[in-house]
């Protein structure tokens, strides 16, 4: 990603376990949905661990909502090969 195009923020109304889950779930499709668009993301939640920073962000946006992750976005001209091998699908089927 050369440069950043924009910023995603992903929230849920409180922090139970289902809405938890269910904020992971939007973050996996939305990897899905903006690989076919050469849209490459890369999560940036560290300014999330601190509570009162996470509060001050909150406020500077106008967002009551609790953001569980900050997306950073930006276009491709290429996704880069893995870094590691993926294993093959025969190593975890049993026959």
């Given at each position: ?11 849920s109304k409180?922090?139970?376990?289902a809405?938890?889950l269910e ?6 499709r939305?990897?899905?949905k903006?690989?076919?668009k ?11 661990k ?14 009551s909502?609790?953001i569980?992750?900050i ?7 290429s996704?880069p090969?893995p870094?590691?091998l993926?294993?093959?699908v ?6």
């Amino acid at each position: 990603m050369s440069e950043s195009a924009g910023w995603i923020l992903i929230t849920s109304k409180d922090n139970s376990v289902a809405t938890l889950l269910e904020a992971g779930r939007r973050m996996q499709r939305l990897f899905l949905k903006v690989r076919e668009k050469s849209i490459a993301i890369h999560p940036m939640t560290q300014i999330l661990k601190k509570a009162s920073t996470r509060e001050t962000l909150n406020q500077s946006i106008r967002i009551s909502e609790n953001i569980q992750f900050i997306l950073r976005s930006g276009y491709l001209k290429s996704y880069p090969s893995p870094v590691s091998l993926r294993r093959p699908v025969d190593w975890f089927i049993r026959k």
